[in-house]
């Protein structure tokens, strides 16, 4: 009898990871082409290091997913692209979930392997005229260029909260965690302070509770997604100041751009 309870709670136990569903990897390949190529179980670089897709871990809490999602969680989360998208529900904080050796492997593994990848943009040249370090790699700078120079074209109303980014690369953890920022690979943009909301800000100042709220025009996220930048005003965790360079949660945006444009 006793052997059978144990077969039977095996079973039980095992059951869930024989019905487990990976996320396919296609949006990796798709938007990062010529690092790694990629089956259904793992990514495999150029070099010859295997990523597999999944860690194994059936039941991740969204806090054990932060503190260390797999590159199966990182594409969990479906990115709302366009002007028109929901209030975001509990949680759902497409992109903040991420593998970092991913990141790193691709972007730099040291603060002083992401530096030799940096070089300057200037931001809004005309009306701004900020310099911003940012990285080569997978062309962000371009992409950041470009963005800089469509978002010249807006109204002063509209580009004002643009005139004072905050901030692009700085090798630091995400305040009020251990954990790295993607600010620490060049790949992410900070607008105005003055502009913006934040969770954090909300929960732990006078407020003590978040409250979405947004001032950032609709019209710059547009831009900013159009070149593979996700924007943190879509999240739960709201940070309308965020943009950060995620093409993978960006696929069918990218499809519309003439090829190469992404880069
Ligand atoms: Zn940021």
Not at 107 to 118: H, N, S
Request: hydrophobic content about 40%; glycine content about 6%.
């Amino acid at each position: 009898m006793f052997w059978k309870l144990c077969l039977t709670v095996a079973l039980f136990m095992a059951a869930p990871s024989a019905c487990v569903t990976l996320q396919s990897p296609a949006p990796l390949a798709a938007a990062y082409p010529g690092w790694f190529s990629a089956d259904d179980h793992a990514l495999t670089w150029a070099d010859g290091e295997v990523m597999p897709l999944d860690d194994g871990r059936i039941f991740k809490s969204f806090a054990d997913k932060l503190l260390s999602a797999d590159l199966d969680d990182q594409l969990s989360l479906p990115y709302p692209a366009g002007s028109s998208f929901p209030l975001p529900k509990t949680d759902q904080d497409p992109g903040r979930l991420r593998f970092m050796p991913f990141f790193k492997k691709m972007y730099g593994a040291t603060e002083q392997d992401v530096r030799e990848k940096l070089v300057t943009v200037r931001w809004l040249p005309n009306s701004a005229d900020v310099p911003l370090l940012v990285t080569t790699v997978n062309g962000v700078n371009k992409s950041l260029e470009a963005i800089s120079a469509e978002i010249e074209e807006l109204s002063p109303e509209t580009k004002a909260c643009a005139l004072r980014p905050a901030g692009t690369f700085c090798w630091r953890p995400i305040a009020g965690t251990d954990r790295l920022s993607p600010h620490s690979f060049g790949i992410a943009l900070d607008l105005d302070v003055e502009w913006s909301q934040y969770w954090r800000w909300d929960l732990d100042g006078d407020k003590k509770k978040m409250e979405y709220a947004n001032r950032i025009p609709l019209e710059i996220v547009e831009i900013f997604e159009r070149h593979g930048f996700i924007w943190g005003g879509k999240w739960y965790h709201y940070d309308t100041m965020h943009f950060e360079y995620r093409p993978e949660l960006l696929g069918k945006r990218l499809e519309r751009l003439p090829k190469g444009a992404a880069q």
